[in-house]
């Protein structure tokens, strides 16, 4: 397939119906509805049941992006679902979906881990794969159960995440929704900032000052990439769909941009930090509130552990 026609024909989310407010949390761990609000923007988040598993937000997400794209589950061939909280070691949540969903044997299906950056890492990763030649129709999803992996009696991370999934469908058209490109990048040297260790506390760690610091400056650089690549000027993006970890952080970059805070999607205040899901389902909502036009070049940015990032821009 020309790489020109490879684009976004449909997105998809989904979230569970539990909320969890900030009011609930300050009634678990010493904290306040102030605290959260003023140093992250997060109001509440959503938490998934104990048997709500990340494969159930993942199908579900990915069969709202299937009916919007208008894309049956027969015609996908190619299954990527980005993930740090799989339903189990192995095998692939991605093959559970595949399953879920009736995706045909002749599909790929994996996962990858990119932590919150999973999601621009899976959809240049299927990029390429269609641009190849190989596959037709890809389902890139991003879902988290980021509520498996908090230490529910640790003030300084409990409040930031929450769980959901998003999804699109890739595939061939012309003129519409086009991938112009994607660029993906990680700094290992910084992989004790953010992490869950196998023991003795398998929970979420992170060293929260460090990599608010590294997440403004990575995301400026990725940014400031990919626009240059392209020959695009910030004040030609119409929107920006930004991973949602801390309503300041996505404040640096729009000063960075010299944009108005309004062209930014900002959702957090609703679910928080869902990972690999946050940009999948930041787009959709966008799309879905009328906020991404036929013409508009869309900049997608993310950081997460690793530490990775990235950055995509998408002409709709
Ligand atoms: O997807 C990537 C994931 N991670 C991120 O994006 C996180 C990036 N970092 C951040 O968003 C911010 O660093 C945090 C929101 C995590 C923390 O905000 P901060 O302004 O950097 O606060 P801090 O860590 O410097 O802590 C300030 C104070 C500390 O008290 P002392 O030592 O000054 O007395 C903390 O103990 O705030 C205290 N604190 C809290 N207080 C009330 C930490 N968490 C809480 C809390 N409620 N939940």
């Known amino acids: 397939m020309a790489t020109t026609d490879i684009c976004i024909l449909g997105t998809g989310a989904h979230v569970p119906a539990k ?17 959260i609000v003023t140093r ?5 988040r959503r938490i998934a049941s104990k048997t709500e598993m990340t494969s159930h937000m993942a199908a579900a997400a990915a069969r709202a992006a299937l009916a919007n794209a208008g894309v049956t589950a027969e015609q996908i061939d190619l299954v990527i679902l980005a993930t740090l909280t799989p339903d189990q070691p192995m095998p692939a949540t991605a093959c559970l979906v595949q399953h879920e969903l009736g995706v045909p044997a002749g599909a790929a299906c994996f996962d990858l881990n ?6 621009l890492y899976a959809l240049d990763t299927a990029w390429a794969m269609l641009a190849s030649g190989r596959h037709q129709h890809a ?3 991003g879902a988290e159960k980021m509520s498996s992996l908090v230490d529910w009696t640790d003030r300084s991370t409990c409040v930031l995440f929450g769980d959901g999934a998003g999804a699109a469908v890739l595939g061939p058209a012309r003129g519409t929704a086009q991938i112009l490109g994607a660029r993906l990048y990680a700094e290992g040297a910084h992989a004790g900032l953010l992490c869950v260790p196998r ?14 610091k590294n997440a403004v400056r990575e995301m400026e650089d990725a940014v400031r990439d990919i626009l240059e690549q392209h020959g695009v000027a910030a004040s030609q993006i119409a929107c920006v769909v930004p991973h949602q970890a801390n309503r300041r952080i996505i404040e640096s970059l729009a000063q960075y941009l010299g944009l108005p805070l309004e062209r930014f999607v900002v959702n ?9 899901a946050s940009i999948p389902l930041a787009l959709d909502e966008a799309r879905r509130a009328g906020r991404v ?9 993310a950081f997460g552990a690793g530490l990775t990032y990235g ?5 709709w």
């Open 139 to 141: 389902l890139v999803i």
């Open 40 to 44: 992250t923007g997060i109001r509440e």
């Open 114 to 119: 990119a932590a919150c950056s999973g999601f």
């Open 19 to 35: 909320v969890l407010t900030n009011h609930e949390l300050a009634r678990m761990v010493d904290t306040t509805d102030e605290w």
């Open 199 to 212: 023991s003795p506390k398998p929970f979420i760690q992170m060293k929260g000052r460090e990599v608010f």
């Open 293 to 301: 036009r036929a013409g508009d070049t869309t900049l997608l940015v």
């Open 311 to 315: 950055s995509a821009l998408v002409r």
């Open 268 to 276: 957090l205040d609703r679910y928080g930090n869902t990972s690999a």
